[in-house]
């Protein structure tokens, strides 16, 4: 059974930094492609950011401007988003989600979602 458990959400101020944490367990971590996405209140769902795991291959969403960070660590089996000069428009709930595309960057590209962390920026 996959699962996916976000957390290292909370309230920043803008100029802030923070770094989101994805424990991912029961998949063969291979054969999927680990991605981040966010839902801001009264907004659709949108993609942020995606990493192969098999060789750190990632896809950036232009959205985010070069501030965001994916990396994963094999040993832990965890998969981190740093996020940098956070900006109110950041505030969002932030979900991590598994795929087995090779470098997906639409939702139903993916298969596997965990229960979000909210990210809250204040001005």
């Known amino acids: 059974q996959v699962q996916l458990v976000e957390s290292g959400g909370g309230l920043v101020q803008a100029g802030d930094s923070l770094r989101l944490s994805c424990a991912a367990s029961g998949v063969t971590f291979t054969k999927y492609s680990l991605g981040w996405f966010r839902q801001a209140p009264g907004k659709e769902r949108e993609f942020v950011v995606s990493i192969r795991w098999s060789d750190g291959s990632t896809v950036y969403a232009d959205s985010m401007d070069g501030r965001v960070t994916i990396s994963r660590d094999n040993a832990k089996n965890t998969v981190y988003l740093q996020m940098n000069s956070l900006k109110p428009e950041d505030t969002a709930v932030y979900y991590c989600?598994?795929?087995?595309?090779?470098?997906?960057?639409?939702?139903?590209?993916?298969?596997?979602w965990g229960q979000g962390t909210q990210v809250t920026v204040s001005s």
């Open positions: 989600a598994a795929s087995t595309y090779s470098s997906p960057y639409v939702e139903k590209q993916y298969d596997y």
